[in-house]
Every structure is written in structure tokens, then in C-alpha cells.
């Protein structure tokens, strides 16, 4: 299994917010490394939506947001739409390994 | 415009090898780190092997170290991934993407490339 947990799924309708998570350990987000979010729409190559824990890459709409707090990442999405329908996989450091490290991702369905 | 144009991936038996490519066009490819990460069918992301702009210090998951070399030719604006000794759970799509960060503990991966197939299976 992936050393960052998420849930395998959420769902909204349009126009809610949903916000999903990532949770780490001390040798990752419990370390003060950040976290990022990656936008994947189906057989197309993830995209930045959120780095460094809170920041949006030019062009991501302000609906996405994150947040950080001890082990744990959050991703939220207001005013959820039909498009932004996707696999969202969060991203950190991880000190005892030496390396970058995924999560296992989150599927959003919007009903 | 930035761009990363991966290639190289084929069918390949279990123990032959490939090496894939990624052309980088749009910054100034020496600057940045540059990593591959690639996704099995059905399953998430997994970071395989990094490497730093001046191509020192390469680093690669527990699960390709040995088998795979990370290499980057700055004159070509090219990166690499020689894979050798190829298994069956290497099969996946492989992304190249470029690093951004003032330190490890902050690099996140800003451009990819669209990926690239590699099958290993007899």
C-alpha cells in the first residue's frame, strides 16, 4: 500500500464542496515536508492543482484549495462541477526514504 | 511553452531491456530536476528515479534501484531511463516530469510529459 492514505472515493453533486485527504507520517507531512495535489482526468497525464500545501499553479481555478495540519493534507473543492471529475493524488517527501511519495489517489465522482 | 515529449516504450520480455526518452523544450533544462514516474494499469502514481539539474546525485525507488539508470544529456535538452532486467510488475505507463523546488522537502512536479507504455511480458 502507498505510504500517503487517501480514500478511494468521494462524490458531490454539482455546486457542493467536498474536500478529501491525505495522511501521512513523521517522516513526510509530519515532518513539515509539503504537500501537493495532482489532477488526473481520465487516460491524460496528471496535472499541478496545488504545491507547496496551500498554493494554486497559474490557471487552477480558486475553487481548489488546500491545507496542512500535523501528518495530514487536505484538498477542498467548492462549487463542484461535472469536469472536475477525476483521480486527485496527493505528493510529499519522504525522509526515511529518500525519495517522493504518492498516494494511493481519490476517485470524485460528481453525481 | 513548456513541453516534455516522452517515447521508447514497447513490448519487451521479462529480463530484456528499453530505454525511454523525454525531449524537454520551453526552460532552460539544465536549470531543473527532472523525475520519472510511472502508473500501472488501474493503479496510482509511483515515483521511480530522480535526477538533479547538473545530473548528479540520481535517486530511485527501492523497487528499480539496481535494474534502472537514470541519465540526462543537457546539450540535448534530453532526459533517460535505461531499464534492465525488466519484470512483469514494470509494466505501466511511464511519465517523465520536471521538478520544482528550493529543496527536496518542497519539490513537486509542475509539467509532464503525456507517457509512455511499457509492457514486459513474454
Known amino acids: 500500500q502507498s505510504v500517503l492514505t487517501q480514500p478511494p472515493s468521494v462524490s458531490g453533486a454539482p455546486g457542493q464542496r467536498v474536500t478529501m485527504s491525505c495522511t501521512g507520517s513523521?517522516?513526510?507531512?509530519?515532518?513539515?515536508?509539503?504537500a501537493h495535489w495532482y489532477q488526473q482526468l481520465p487516460g491524460t497525464a496528471p496535472k499541478l492543482v496545488i504545491y507547496?500545501?496551500?498554493n494554486r499553479p497559474s490557471g487552477v481555478p480558486d475553487r481548489f484549495s488546500g491545507s496542512k495540519s500535523g501528518t495530514s493534507a487536505s484538498l477542498a473543492i467548492t462549487e463542484v462541477q461535472a469536469d472536475d471529475e477525476a483521480y486527485y493524488y496527493c505528493?510529499?517527501?519522504?525522509?526515511?526514504?529518500?525519495?517522493?511519495?504518492f498516494g494511493g489517489g481519490t476517485k470524485l465522482t460528481v453525481l | 511553452e513548456v513541453q516534455l515529449l516522452d517515447s521508447g516504450g514497447d513490448l519487451v520480455q521479462p529480463g530484456g531491456s528499453l530505454r525511454l526518452s523525454c525531449a524537454a523544450s520551453?526552460?532552460?533544462?539544465?536549470?531543473?530536476?527532472m523525475v520519472w514516474v510511472r502508473q500501472a494499469p488501474g493503479k496510482g502514481l509511483e515515483w521511480v528515479s530522480s535526477?538533479?539539474?547538473?545530473?548528479?546525485?540520481?535517486k530511485y525507488a527501492d523497487s528499480v534501484r539496481g535494474r534502472f539508470t537514470i541519465s540526462r544529456d543537457n546539450s540535448k535538452n534530453t532526459l533517460y531511463l535505461q531499464m534492465n532486467n525488466l519484470r512483469a510488475d514494470d509494466t505501466a505507463v511511464y511519465y517523465c516530469?520536471?521538478?520544482?523546488?528550493?529543496?527536496?522537502?518542497?519539490?513537486?512536479?509542475?509539467?509532464w510529459g503525456q507517457g509512455t507504455l511499457v509492457t514486459v511480458s513474454s
Open positions: 535526477i538533479f539539474g547538473g545530473g548528479n546525485d540520481p
Open positions: 507547496g500545501d496551500t
Open positions: 505528493q510529499s517527501y519522504d525522509s526515511s526514504l529518500s525519495g517522493w511519495v
Open positions: 520551453g526552460f532552460t533544462f539544465s536549470n531543473f530536476a
Open positions: 516530469a520536471k521538478g520544482r523546488g528550493m529543496m527536496v522537502t518542497e519539490y513537486h512536479f509542475d509539467y
Open positions: 513523521s517522516s513526510n507531512i509530519g515532518a513539515g515536508h509539503d
